[in-house]
């Protein structure tokens, strides 16, 4: 029995998932890397198929996207990750209709006509400010874990306010907030204020139709779902597996290959 | 025998539009011939020719900007920030004069600017065609200008351009168009023939080579043509758009069909703009020009006054050439096509033809950006 595989290649992480002919998930994984080439992509879709029990042979098809879908010579096919992400956030949940996805640097808005089928998108072309990136400088300009951001962000009352135009100068922003005595939680409240309303302009420009799904890595930060959520003046569902929704899109468009669902 | 013909005459062609204002001085060095540079779109190069100099439409090199950059304003776009910043570095020098078409602010103040760097280089003049073409007195407005730019270029020249010089300028410009169009057919039968960037370099190489010799290889290009067989086409293709008076870069051409798409037809200024119309033969040379001029079957945004039906023109012409889509492309900066997004994107919607907008910089960055969007927008005609 083969399997299907899908592969996202993003600038930080590299994510496999493998689903069964029967569409079912037998495994997924996720790697960070510093350098995430086609090395990580294969280390990301070997670690996956051992969690399953299974080895390379048993790929029937497999299908790469994101950032780096086309350093991956050992792929079957390509795929965007704006195809990707919408199928994977279709059949995780049936009947979406807007799909943000914030990576490590790029963002984008996918707008599906509640079948599946994407309709428009808008993304990220000139800069990375606003992506997971942006958030890993913020982060390290704080000197807080980048996985504490989003809670500590929901303790401010008076975010402060911060360019969402270019990651570099929002860094000397916040340094130069810190240095006037602003709160932590402030300027963590404001940095995803700028990321909200970097996204709410980009979602207007591909369109908002509820329901909304969130992908990506930044979709595990509270602090950024609540402000969009609160911009968007609608619920923002985030999978349990955020990172995995554009692998997960690739591996559906692989079985579509092998004849499997 | 008809690959190599062809073969030799893109060959030609790539190089003439290399390095094109070293090419035109070697050029001018060999054959004592007079040069004068036309800023784009559309100044009647038939007037310059009938004055016995060669005229030549001025191109955006592929040198970044550098000495020119405090020259410029933000807001102008790539051609016009290339050409200050070529005129900066002395490169323009061995022009005889240059021409300039008052169609928007960027075109205008390139003119300045280069009128107070280089004061003594060459004579430069600016020439403002009428813009409301709704108005009764277009006609004579556009005349009384053409006249006075006849003077000028008569003035350079040290010669009078008589009606018979004229006339036959006219006719051989109108020749050389009408080898581009019969190439253009070409390329409409035989989308997969030729690659986009070597369909523009067809044209580019004839806003810089003497008409008489770029007929002569147009003839031997068609011909090869004929003789070919190329591949038959499969798969998706694309009309793209816009662009007004300066090629896109290779880079994004070569991206466009890079993603598996084929570009099927175009109006871009370096293409289907620049040879569709020709200069009506039955009143007098100076009526065909300004007729010419005048004619509005192209939608020419920098000649109007307020909404102009260029989207309803693209969505014929994809329908036309049967394209599952539309790539509009929008150097950055330019005025007169991003104020007329806005209709062209109503007009593609309501015609149900899926499209794209791609804003393209004056220098070429994040490629892969342009790719991903572009792959994604194939994805959906799927």
């Given at each position: 029995m083969k399997v299907a595989a899908g592969v996202d290649i993003g600038s930080l992480t590299a994510k496999s998932v493998i689903l069964g002919q029967d569409g079912k998930m037998a495994a997924y994984r996720v790697i960070q890397g510093k350098i995430v080439d086609e090395n990580a992509a294969k280390a990301s879709l070997e670690q996956a198929l051992e969690e399953a029990h299974l080895?390379?042979?048993?790929?029937g098809f497999l299908v790469t996207t994101g950032y780096?879908?086309?350093?991956?010579?050992?792929?079957?096919k390509s795929i965007t990750e704006i195809s990707c992400h919408a199928r994977g956030a279709e059949c995780l949940?049936?009947?979406?209709?807007t799909v943000i996805d914030i990576g490590g640097q790029d963002s984008k808005v996918i707008a599906l006509?509640?079948?599946?089928?994407?309709v428009n998108f808008a993304m990220n072309?000139?800069?990375?400010?606003?992506t997971g990136r942006f958030l890993e400088v913020m982060a390290g300009a704080l000197d807080v874990p980048l996985e504490e951001m989003g809670a500590l962000s929901l303790g401010s009352d008076d975010p402060a306010s911060i360019s969402s135009i270019c990651t570099v100068f929002a860094e000397s922003e916040v340094i130069s907030l810190k240095a006037r005595g602003r709160s932590k939680v402030d300027i963590i409240a404001g940095i995803h204020e700028a990321i909200g309303r970097r996204m709410h302009s980009m979602v207007n420009q591909a369109g908002l139709t509820p329901p909304v799904v969130m992908s990506g890595?930044?979709?595990?930060?509270v602090g950024v779902v609540s402000v969009l959520e609160r911009l968007l003046a609608t619920p923002v569902i985030v999978p349990?597996?955020?990172?995995?929704v554009g692998a997960l899109g690739a591996a559906l468009f692989a079985l579509d290959r092998i004849g499997g669902g | 025998m008809g690959e190599s013909t062809v073969s030799e005459v893109l060959d030609k062609f790539r190089g003439v539009i290399e390095k094109p204002y070293e090419k035109l001085k070697q050029w001018k060095d060999a054959h004592e011939v007079k040069v004068v540079g036309c800023s784009?779109?559309?100044?009647?190069e038939e007037m310059i020719h009938a004055a016995g100099m060669l005229p030549v439409v001025l191109q955006e090199t592929e040198e970044p900007v550098t000495e020119g950059f405090s020259l410029?304003?933000?807001?102008?776009?790539g051609i016009t920030r290339n050409i200050i910043d070529v005129g900066a570095k002395g490169?323009?020098?061995?022009?005889d004069g240059l021409i300039f078409n008052d169609i928007c602010i960027q075109s205008r103040n390139a003119a300045f600017t280069l009128k107070r760097i280089l004061p003594e280089a060459f004579p430069l003049f600016l020439f403002q065609f009428?813009?409301?073409?709704?108005?009764?007195?277009v006609r004579e407005d556009a005349m009384r200008e053409l006249e006075k730019m006849r003077k000028n270029i008569e003035n350079l020249a040290d010669r009078r351009i008589d009606e018979g010089d004229l006339a036959r300028s006219i006719a051989l410009f109108n020749q050389n168009r009408d080898f581009l169009r019969r190439f253009h057919d070409w390329c409409l039968r035989n989308?997969?023939?030729?690659?986009f960037r070597d369909r523009q370099a067809v044209v580019r190489a004839s806003m810089l080579t003497p008409k008489e010799e770029h007929c002569e290889l147009m003839a031997s290009l068609l011909k090869g043509l004929d003789q070919m067989n190329p591949p038959s086409f499969e798969g998706k293709g694309l009309f793209v758009s816009g662009h007004l008076c300066q090629s896109p870069k290779t880079a994004i051409l070569d991206l466009i069909e890079g993603t598996?798409?084929?570009?099927?037809?175009d109006d871009l200024y370096t293409g289907y703009r620049y040879y569709a119309l020709d200069a009506g033969t039955e009143a007098g040379p100076m009526e065909a020009i300004t007729g010419r001029m005048l004619d509005r079957s192209i939608p020419v945004p920098t000649r109007?006054?307020?909404?102009?039906?260029w989207g309803e023109y693209v969505v014929e012409r994809a329908k036309y050439c049967r394209a599952q889509g539309v790539v509009v492309l929008i150097a950055k900066y330019c005025e007169p096509h991003l104020f007329q997004y806005p209709f062209i994107k109503s007009a593609l919607n309501a015609a149900g033809i899926p499209h794209i907008m791609l804003e393209t910089e004056p220098e070429v960055v994040s490629l892969e950006g342009m790719r991903t969007r572009l792959q994604a927008f194939l994805e959906m005609l799927d």
């Amino acid at each position: 029995m083969k399997v299907a595989a899908g592969v996202d290649i993003g600038s930080l992480t590299a994510k496999s998932v493998i689903l069964g002919q029967d569409g079912k998930m037998a495994a997924y994984r996720v790697i960070q890397g510093k350098i995430v080439d086609e090395n990580a992509a294969k280390a990301s879709l070997e670690q996956a198929l051992e969690e399953a029990h299974l080895d390379r042979k048993a790929v029937g098809f497999l299908v790469t996207t994101g950032y780096g879908r086309n350093m991956v010579h050992f792929a079957d096919k390509s795929i965007t990750e704006i195809s990707c992400h919408a199928r994977g956030a279709e059949c995780l949940h049936p009947g979406v209709h807007t799909v943000i996805d914030i990576g490590g640097q790029d963002s984008k808005v996918i707008a599906l006509d509640g079948g599946g089928r994407v309709v428009n998108f808008a993304m990220n072309d000139k800069c990375a400010a606003g992506t997971g990136r942006f958030l890993e400088v913020m982060a390290g300009a704080l000197d807080v874990p980048l996985e504490e951001m989003g809670a500590l962000s929901l303790g401010s009352d008076d975010p402060a306010s911060i360019s969402s135009i270019c990651t570099v100068f929002a860094e000397s922003e916040v340094i130069s907030l810190k240095a006037r005595g602003r709160s932590k939680v402030d300027i963590i409240a404001g940095i995803h204020e700028a990321i909200g309303r970097r996204m709410h302009s980009m979602v207007n420009q591909a369109g908002l139709t509820p329901p909304v799904v969130m992908s990506g890595g930044v979709a595990k930060n509270v602090g950024v779902v609540s402000v969009l959520e609160r911009l968007l003046a609608t619920p923002v569902i985030v999978p349990q597996e955020p990172q995995i929704v554009g692998a997960l899109g690739a591996a559906l468009f692989a079985l579509d290959r092998i004849g499997g669902g | 025998m008809g690959e190599s013909t062809v073969s030799e005459v893109l060959d030609k062609f790539r190089g003439v539009i290399e390095k094109p204002y070293e090419k035109l001085k070697q050029w001018k060095d060999a054959h004592e011939v007079k040069v004068v540079g036309c800023s784009p779109m559309h100044f009647p190069e038939e007037m310059i020719h009938a004055a016995g100099m060669l005229p030549v439409v001025l191109q955006e090199t592929e040198e970044p900007v550098t000495e020119g950059f405090s020259l410029v304003h933000p807001f102008f776009c790539g051609i016009t920030r290339n050409i200050i910043d070529v005129g900066a570095k002395g490169g323009l020098h061995f022009f005889d004069g240059l021409i300039f078409n008052d169609i928007c602010i960027q075109s205008r103040n390139a003119a300045f600017t280069l009128k107070r760097i280089l004061p003594e280089a060459f004579p430069l003049f600016l020439f403002q065609f009428p813009t409301f073409q709704d108005r009764e007195t277009v006609r004579e407005d556009a005349m009384r200008e053409l006249e006075k730019m006849r003077k000028n270029i008569e003035n350079l020249a040290d010669r009078r351009i008589d009606e018979g010089d004229l006339a036959r300028s006219i006719a051989l410009f109108n020749q050389n168009r009408d080898f581009l169009r019969r190439f253009h057919d070409w390329c409409l039968r035989n989308p997969r023939g030729l690659a986009f960037r070597d369909r523009q370099a067809v044209v580019r190489a004839s806003m810089l080579t003497p008409k008489e010799e770029h007929c002569e290889l147009m003839a031997s290009l068609l011909k090869g043509l004929d003789q070919m067989n190329p591949p038959s086409f499969e798969g998706k293709g694309l009309f793209v758009s816009g662009h007004l008076c300066q090629s896109p870069k290779t880079a994004i051409l070569d991206l466009i069909e890079g993603t598996g798409a084929t570009v099927v037809d175009d109006d871009l200024y370096t293409g289907y703009r620049y040879y569709a119309l020709d200069a009506g033969t039955e009143a007098g040379p100076m009526e065909a020009i300004t007729g010419r001029m005048l004619d509005r079957s192209i939608p020419v945004p920098t000649r109007s006054e307020g909404v102009l039906r260029w989207g309803e023109y693209v969505v014929e012409r994809a329908k036309y050439c049967r394209a599952q889509g539309v790539v509009v492309l929008i150097a950055k900066y330019c005025e007169p096509h991003l104020f007329q997004y806005p209709f062209i994107k109503s007009a593609l919607n309501a015609a149900g033809i899926p499209h794209i907008m791609l804003e393209t910089e004056p220098e070429v960055v994040s490629l892969e950006g342009m790719r991903t969007r572009l792959q994604a927008f194939l994805e959906m005609l799927d």
